[in-house]
């Protein structure tokens, strides 16, 4: 039997190689495929056909569109991950619920308190005139401006309103709990 040297500078013939190259291509089959592609010719694989991840595969599964990207970093992401990132600015985030759905927005920075956000509550005072001794407890509601009550008390006599006072500077006030500030972007593509 030749060696390969030999079998290797051997001359053949048209119909011989012919023959060798039909008798190869019947040994793979023609209805397998590799990754979707048919095998009836040579295919070529990427990195995703074998399951490698690269850096486009990567962001895809570990930051898909929609994806939030937090850090002290101020450098945009699409600069090391690829992408489309818009930055958030001056908001906390909240997890979305039933009560909150995803991407809504709301709340504000500072609040000016309402009446109707104010504690139940009252305010108490005593009132007495003329030859009534004892006063009856007052207690003020509510009312706009000035509080202004008609006083209700035991004994005889007469009597006049009770107002109350204003107090505070109706400015706004802040509720944020404590924070740490990050930079924080939300993949759009």
């Given at each position: 039997?030749?060696?390969?040297?030999?079998?290797?500078?051997?001359?053949?013939?048209?119909?011989?190689?012919?023959?060798?190259?039909?008798?190869?291509?019947?040994?793979?089959?023609?209805?397998?495929?590799?990754?979707?592609?048919?095998?009836?010719?040579?295919?070529?694989?990427?990195?995703?056909?074998?399951?490698?991840?690269?850096?486009?595969?990567?962001?895809?599964?570990?930051?898909?569109v929609?994806?939030?990207?937090?850090?002290?970093?101020?450098?945009?992401?699409?600069?090391?991950?690829?992408?489309?990132?818009?930055?958030?600015?001056?908001?906390?985030?909240?997890?979305?619920?039933?009560?909150?759905?995803?991407?809504?927005?709301?709340?504000?920075?500072?609040h000016?308190?309402?009446?109707?956000?104010?504690?139940?509550?009252?305010?108490?005072g005593?009132?007495?005139?003329?030859?009534?001794?004892?006063?009856?407890?007052?207690?003020?509601?509510?009312?706009?401006?000035?509080?202004?009550?008609?006083?209700?008390w035991?004994?005889?006599?007469?009597?006049?309103?009770?107002?109350?006072?204003?107090?505070?500077?109706?400015?706004?006030?802040?509720?944020?709990?404590?924070?740490?500030?990050?930079?924080?972007?939300?993949?759009?593509?």
């Amino acid at each position: 039997m030749a060696d390969a040297y030999e079998i290797y500078n051997m001359s053949h013939t048209g119909e011989e190689i012919d023959a060798a190259v039909d008798k190869a291509n019947a040994a793979v089959p023609q209805t397998r495929t590799v990754n979707g592609k048919a095998l009836s010719a040579d295919i070529t694989l990427s990195a995703k056909d074998v399951g490698a991840l690269v850096k486009s595969n990567l962001l895809d599964y570990v930051y898909p569109v929609g994806s939030i990207y937090m850090s002290v970093n101020s450098t945009n992401p699409a600069s090391f991950l690829g992408g489309t990132w818009a930055r958030i600015q001056d908001r906390f985030l909240l997890a979305a619920g039933s009560s909150y759905s995803a991407g809504s927005t709301g709340g504000e920075a500072t609040h000016k308190i309402t009446q109707n956000e104010l504690p139940s509550h009252c305010h108490a005072g005593l009132y007495w005139s003329g030859d009534s001794t004892n006063g009856t407890p007052i207690n003020l509601n509510g009312g706009t401006g000035n509080v202004y009550l008609t006083p209700s008390w035991t004994g005889g006599g007469s009597g006049s309103p009770i107002y109350t006072g204003f107090t505070g500077a109706d400015a706004a006030h802040n509720n944020m709990p404590p924070y740490l500030a990050v930079y924080v972007w939300k993949r759009t593509a």
